[in-house]
């Protein structure tokens, strides 16, 4: 049986990456964001359009998708700021 791996922001730049190598290596991909890309969608076995944080979304996933792992790739839009000025103390 093929070891199914859960992307969080799977429809990203980063996260459809990331589902394209898995899906290439042979594991089956389950995505979930927010966001739904037409074009990402071909790199995963299941999308479902959700917000990952939500209990409704972990509950879902927990019962029914048979998750081995999880690569975590969504990040809050409204955290990028404050993301980007910290990645700037380290490399400045």
Request: hydrophobic fraction near 40%; charged fraction near 20%; proline fraction near 1%.
């Amino acid at each position: 049986m093929t070891q199914a791996i859960l992307v969080t922001g799977a429809t990203g730049y980063i996260g459809s990456h990331v589902c394209k190598y898995l899906k290439h290596a042979g594991y089956a991909v389950v995505g979930v964001d927010r966001v739904r890309r037409e074009h990402t969608l071909k790199h995963m076995d299941q999308f479902i359009q959700a917000d990952y944080m939500s209990i409704e979304c972990v509950q879902f996933l927990a019962e029914h998708a048979g998750i081995a792992s999880v690569v975590h790739c969504a990040i809050n839009i409204g955290d990028t700021p404050r993301i980007v000025l910290q990645v700037r103390e380290y490399v400045e």
